[in-house]
């Protein structure tokens, strides 16, 4: 089992950054291949970005070059900096956690545990 709570979700300007913290509890922390997915306003949830026990890297291409997954074992943590925010980033964040890397290819209805989200705003 493990349980994952998000923080770090706030107001941001566009182009500004927030950085999105996740810590897990519970067994087997650093077998689960960590990630983000998000959800805006009245669409299904997206993936965002993920990285894998070993510290390889996937990203979604609406992100890619301005949010960077990171973890760190030895404190059960995963991050989410996002630099360069644009107002179509507006959504709440989901921190997740699977045993298998490449479920996070697949969609979010094979992922198996799920943080609470943190609402993150990019408003002028």
């Known amino acids: 089992q493990v349980q994952l709570i998000e923080s770090g979700g706030g107001l941001v300007e566009p182009g500004g950054s927030l950085r999105l913290s996740c810590a897990a509890s519970?067994?087997?922390?650093?077998?689960?291949?960590m990630g983000w997915f998000r959800q805006a306003p009245g669409k299904e949830r997206e993936f965002v970005a993920a990285?894998?026990?070993?510290?390889?890297?996937y990203y979604a291409d609406s992100v890619k070059g301005r949010f960077t997954v990171d973890r760190d074992n030895a404190k059960n943590s995963v991050t989410l900096q996002m630099n360069s925010l644009k107002p179509e980033d507006t959504a709440v964040y989901y921190c997740?956690?699977?045993?298998?890397?490449?479920?996070?290819?697949?969609?979010?209805?094979?992922?198996?545990?799920w943080g609470k989200g943190t609402l993150v705003t990019v408003s002028s």
């Open positions: 997740a956690a699977d045993p298998n890397y490449y479920d996070y290819r697949r969609g979010p209805a094979y992922i198996a545990y």
């Open positions: 519970g067994r087997s922390f650093s077998s689960n291949a």
């Open positions: 990285i894998s026990w070993s510290g390889s890297t």
